[in-house]
């Protein structure tokens, strides 16, 4: 193939033009469409990355996920060792709790022997003022007193349980020095009541009237008699504040009632003596006699009514014909009889015309039977219209009889109403004063009863627990917290690391920082496996994926595959001559005559992959050495000529940027149909971009 070279370079045909000696300016054809390579895949507007910024899905996630597990699975362990020593060394505290319920209404001496009398509705402000109140200084003040916690040195010096209560120990002592210093010693009291503060905590049972008091110490013991001192010091509290108030109520009921009880009296008085004045008597506190009367006959005229508008619906059938149908003619014995009568001879008759003809004297006989007691059912229905008809004229005498009656009694209740307007002022100001005096007579009693007996509204549900276990530490709750917190400072720590590595990792990011299209995917080879075996297998995923890398090349502008085509990278070990390579064979294997261009003239590999020599190649043509045709090399793959890098130069850019690359490239599409150049990587040099300038189009190898 070498000498097919030599004598195409040599002796051209004519008609594609003359080499000449010297190309000076001569350049490679550029394709029209080089500026929307790869369109038809999704370049151009619509594929070369529209957005500026990543689209991040749960992919990303779940890979930075799985990238960063073992530096997230460290900080969970150290996390969980933390968590189980610093949860081992804490000391236990016990926890004891008592029940409350918070009555808004107190006990009081009601109506049927009932004792308590049960609240409409606690108001919400009513109830967290008295968790407020339980929350007070002035409570734990009152437990110190109550259990004389400020002489107890085992219990002021307990405090070092925890971190905080480590750190409030050592404050104490800095101010207890202080204080020694000072000749001040310190206020017991204060630090006690600060300590059961610190340790006591309430906690509203949600959608009740119940609060729970909880309070936790070192020792399970002194916890029951803290938190049981607690509900006794709040019940005593709420007792001397209702002694406080009954004091001054009861002063001022008893004074309101003396004056009540002269009003009603009077009032009472003036409404009997109009009563006998005007002669009106009430039956009930809101009827009289006459609006008794007036209601019971009105009552009588429904009933009379309906009466008489049944009987008028009775006696308008029977005009109308139907009387027959009426269920009060059917309950008549002798209508029924008769009926059944006609019905055993209309069958009878029906019977024997099946045998006998109609002038059949038995025939005859039977019709005549039935004639007969058609008369007697028509004058029977006769009677019954008649019966009907006065039961309905005696019903609409006695509604009229009713009408007028009350009509009068009317009158009476009219005349009754107007004389008792004065009635009904006096007797309202009655039910007022009656009112007013029972309602203040009843709460004297109430004040009366809790004075004497100190009535309370806080009830203790369920009394302070001896506790059997630890409150706290928790040490499955611990690790479950540190693990939780150790997980989220390792997710943390990955996406930062994620977020400031600027390492591509997908087609996708690599479409969106270059907005250049994906021509094609390559997979990597497994490591059971190399690169010339899996060209050896033209159904591997290599040779596969490079076809559809070619078919794409072909499709990629206007006018089909670049006839120049350069191949770059970011950095070197990309897989950047073994795609120029796999192109090149491809090509070569379709019947073109392909030329490949070792264009690499600092780090060459193309010649140690064809197992050639390099001692004449680019470099050479490049400095005027020799010529194209004694630069290039024939190749095992038919229709695949070689041209290797030769010597490396001192100057690759100043040879790559003259105008004999040009040259090159413009005679060598004389002879080749397709020219591939693998170029250097792209990052830290220029030669690519000379190599990219020269080439029709430029296949970028990430």
């Given amino acids: 193939m070498s000498n097919d070279i030599n004598n195409q370079f040599t002796n051209p045909p004519s008609a594609n033009g003359a080499l000449v000696a010297d190309h000076q300016g001569a350049v490679a054809p550029r394709q029209p469409s080089y500026g929307q390579l790869g369109d038809y895949m999704g370049g151009g507007e619509g594929g070369g990355g529209g ?100 002489e107890n040195e085992d219990f002021l010096n307990s405090r070092g349980g925890s971190l905080r209560g480590s750190l409030s120990t050592a404050i104490r002592g800095i101010l207890g020095a202080t204080g020694e210093a000072g000749n001040t010693p310190p206020d017991k009291k204060l630090i006690a009541s600060q300590l059961v503060l610190e340790r006591r905590t309430v906690t509203p049972v949600r959608g009740s009237i119940l609060v729970d008091i909880n309070y936790t110490d070192p020792q399970p013991r002194r916890a029951q008699k803290i938190t049981g001192a607690y509900a006794d010091a709040f019940i005593a509290a709420n007792v001397d504040k209702r002694f406080q108030a009954n004091a001054s109520a009861r002063i001022f009921l008893e004074d309101k009632i003396a004056q009540l009880k002269l009003r009603l009296r009077y009032s009472e008085t003036a409404l009997l003596d109009f009563a006998k004045k005007e002669q009106i008597i009430a039956t009930t506190e809101k009827t009289s006699i006459a609006e008794n009367n007036l209601a019971a006959a009105n009552a009588a005229l429904g009933e009379l009514t309906r009466d008489r508008i049944k009987k008028e619906q009775l006696w308008k059938q029977a005009q109308s014909g139907k009387a027959v149908n009426l269920s009060q003619l059917r309950t008549s014995q002798n209508l029924g009889t008769l009926q059944e009568k ?97 309602s203040l007579l009843r709460r004297f009693k109430e004040v009366d009863v809790a004075a004497g007996a100190g009535t309370n509204n806080i009830f203790v549900i369920d009394r302070a627990n001896m506790p059997t276990s630890p409150s706290s530490p928790k040490l499955l709750k611990s690790l479950l917290l540190f693990f939780a917190l150790g997980l989220g400072s390792g997710f943390v720590a990955a996406f930062l690391l994620e977020h400031l590595d600027d390492t591509v990792h997908t087609v996708e990011e690599l479409h969106a920082l270059s907005h250049l299209t994906t021509l094609g995917i390559i997979p990597r080879v497994q490591a059971n496996s190399t690169v010339e075996d899996e060209f050896a297998d033209p159904r591997s995923p290599l040779s596969e994926a490079y076809r559809s890398l070619a078919t794409s090349l072909q499709l990629a502008t206007e006018s089909g595959l670049p006839k120049v085509l350069s191949v770059t990278s970011a950095g070197p070990n990309e897989a950047k001559s073994t795609t120029a390579i796999a192109l090149a064979k491809h090509f070569a294997a379709m019947d073109m005559r392909v030329l490949l261009i070792d264009a690499d003239l600092r780090k060459p590999s193309l010649h140690e992959k064809f197992l050639v020599q390099n001692t004449v190649g680019l470099s050479n043509y490049l400095t005027g050495s020799c010529e194209p045709q004694a630069a290039m090399q024939a190749t095992q793959t038919p229709n695949l000529a070689l041209m290797c890098s030769g010597p490396l130069p001192p100057n690759a850019a100043d040879l790559l940027g003259g105008n004999k690359l040009f040259s090159l490239l413009s005679s060598g599409l004389t002879v080749f149909d397709f020219i591939i150049i693998d170029g250097p990587p792209v990052l830290g040099l220029a030669d690519a971009q000379l190599l990219s300038n020269a080439a029709s189009a430029t296949i970028f190898v990430a």
């Avoid at 007969?372 to 008809?389: F, M, N, P, S, V």
């Fill in 51 to 150: 957005g500026d910024e990543l689209t991040i899905d749960l992919r990303d996630y779940w890979r930075t996920i799985v990238k960063r597990k073992w530096m997230i699975l460290s900080f969970v362990a150290s996390s969980l060792v933390f968590g189980a020593a610093y949860t081992l060394m804490q000391q236990p505290l016990y926890t004891s709790t008592v029940r409350l319920q918070v009555d808004q209404n107190t006990v009081e001496v009601v109506e049927q022997g009932n004792i308590m009398k049960r609240a409409g509705g606690v108001g919400r402000k009513f109830l967290i003022t008295q968790y407020k109140l339980i929350e007070s200084k002035m409570m734990a003040e009152r437990v110190v007193a109550l259990l004389g916690l400020s």
């Fill in 342 to 438: 006609r019905d055993t001879l209309t069958t009878e008759y029906r019977e024997k015309l099946e045998t006998f003809k109609p002038e059949y004297p038995g025939m005859i006989e039977i019709r005549n039977k039935i004639a007969q007691i058609d008369r007697h059912i028509k004058a029977e229905l006769t009677r019954g219209r008649e019966t009907l008809k006065a039961d309905y004229e005696a019903a609409l005498t006695q509604e009229a009889e009713m009408e007028a009656r009350i009509d009068e009694l009317k009158v009476a209740a009219l005349d009754l109403k107007q004389r008792s307007i004065q009635y009904n002022i006096l007797k309202r100001e009655v039910d007022t004063n009656r009112e007013l005096y029972n």
